[in-house]
Structures are given as structure tokens and as C-alpha cells.
T-cell receptor, first 114, second 113 residues
């Protein structure tokens, strides 16, 4: 059973299009994240979200928006895609609680904007 | 602000050599968690270990060992008798309740046969 699953794994699209990446976790975690990994392998947090609070990295353009229909899902919507959006996007979940847990990651979505 | 530094961008070793990956972190929080993740060529991020700030006990898991020293804000990772399958990018990460997860830039390890 996959703990954190993302779809699609690969996404190729043209500039200006709007696209979504879906993420689901079956771990019962209360916090989910989106990370962007650029070509140099840097992992930067874009959003963290639990059922109470959305924390947005201020450097993320407002063309990116997270949507959480329920606790187990955190989808990423991207409007007006640009060439610079090409990257691998990772969804993750954790249960910070009082003990803190590791983040479990999805397999990543490689987005290519042409 | 939270920060994680991995000074070694790339390391190459020959199989069976021991190798240590360095990680230095910065935080003003007294409660925090440190992690190591492995990203093999297939691209997924694999969790390796978690330590909390109150537990400086070193840990060994098979060929892997971790040395956590609060005095130097370091959480180094050693692979003993490296194997080709250890070739990957390794990330050190810091979690604090205010900043969530912050990752270091990664160290690319190449183990040559």
C-alpha cells in the first residue's frame, strides 16, 4: 500500500496552461506539504497545510495554490505555467504532534513546461 | 532562521571505502528534529533516520551510523564499507514547529566499483 501517492508521475504541458497535481496520503497524518526540487536538486518548501493552517512560502508565486478537499488530500494547482516552473514536485505528509515524525514523500511529479 | 548546510556537494569513493557525509544545522529552537533522506537515481526520497534535539545518542543501523553533536550543531552520517547501491543524493533536514522541514542542499555520493 502506497503511503503517499501523487499523480501524475510525469506531466508535459505548454506555457500558459493550467494544470493540477494530485496528492493523497493514507497514513492518517494531519499535515501535508508540497516541495519543489529544481535541477540542482535543491528542495524548497512551497506550502505546508493542516486542517487548521496554511503556511505559504512567501517566495511562491500566487499562480500556485494548494487545495485540500479533506485531510488526506492536498492537490497543487498551477495557473499560467511558465518555463521556470519545470521541476520535480514532491508531496509529503507528517504528523508533527508532540513527538514529531519524519515526512513521508510521494514519488514525485516531473513537470516539464515547453 | 533555520538553515541546514551540507558542505560536500559531491563525493566519490571506491566500493568498500568508508565515507562520512557532513551536516551542520542552525536553529534557535531548543526542540527540533534532524533527519537524513536518501534520493537514489530513481528519484524517490527515502527516510533513513530521525533524531530529536534531546537525544544525542549515536545510532548504528547496519552499515549506517549517525553522529549527533549539539555542541557543534552537527549531525553527520557515515557509511561503512560503501557499496555501489549507496550511490545517491543524501539530504540532511531539520524540523522545527515554527518552520516545518528545511532541507540541506544535498550531497551526491558516487560509489565506484
Amino acid at each position: 500500500d502506497t503511503a503517499v501517492s501523487q499523480t501524475p508521475k510525469y506531466l508535459v504541458t505548454q506555457m500558459g496552461n493550467d494544470k493540477s497535481i494530485k496528492c493523497e496520503q493514507n497514513l492518517g497524518h494531519d499535515t501535508m506539504y508540497w516541495y519543489k526540487q529544481d535541477s540542482k536538486k535543491f528542495l524548497k518548501i512551497m506550502f505546508s497545510y493542516n486542517n487548521k493552517e496554511l503556511i505559504i512560502n512567501e517566495t511562491v508565486p500566487n499562480r500556485f495554490s494548494p487545495k485540500s478537499p479533506d485531510k488526506a488530500h492536498l492537490n497543487l494547482h498551477i495557473n499560467s505555467l511558465e518555463l521556470g516552473d519545470s521541476a520535480v514536485y514532491f508531496c509529503a505528509s507528517s504528523f508533527p504532534g508532540t513527538g514529531g515524525t519524519e515526512a513521508f514523500f510521494g514519488q514525485g511529479t516531473r513537470l516539464t513546461v515547453v | 532562521a533555520q538553515k541546514v548546510t551540507q558542505a560536500q556537494t559531491e563525493i566519490s569513493v571506491v566500493e568498500k571505502e568508508d565515507v562520512t557525509l557532513d551536516c551542520v544545522y542552525e536553529t534557535r529552537d531548543t526542540t527540533y528534529y534532524l533527519f537524513w533522506y536518501k534520493q537514489p537515481p530513481s528519484g524517490e526520497l527515502v527516510f533513513l533516520i530521525r533524531r530529536n534535539s534531546f537525544d544525542e545518542q549515536n545510532e548504528i543501523s547496519g552499515r549506517y551510523s549517525w553522529n549527533f553533536q549539539k555542541s557543534t550543531s552537527s549531525f553527520n552520517f557515515t557509511i561503512t564499507a560503501s557499496q555501489v547501491v549507496d550511490s545517491a543524493v543524501y539530504f540532511c533536514a531539520l524540523f522545527t514547529y515554527g518552520q516545518n522541514f528545511v532541507f540541506g542542499p544535498g550531497t551526491r555520493l558516487s560509489v565506484l566499483p
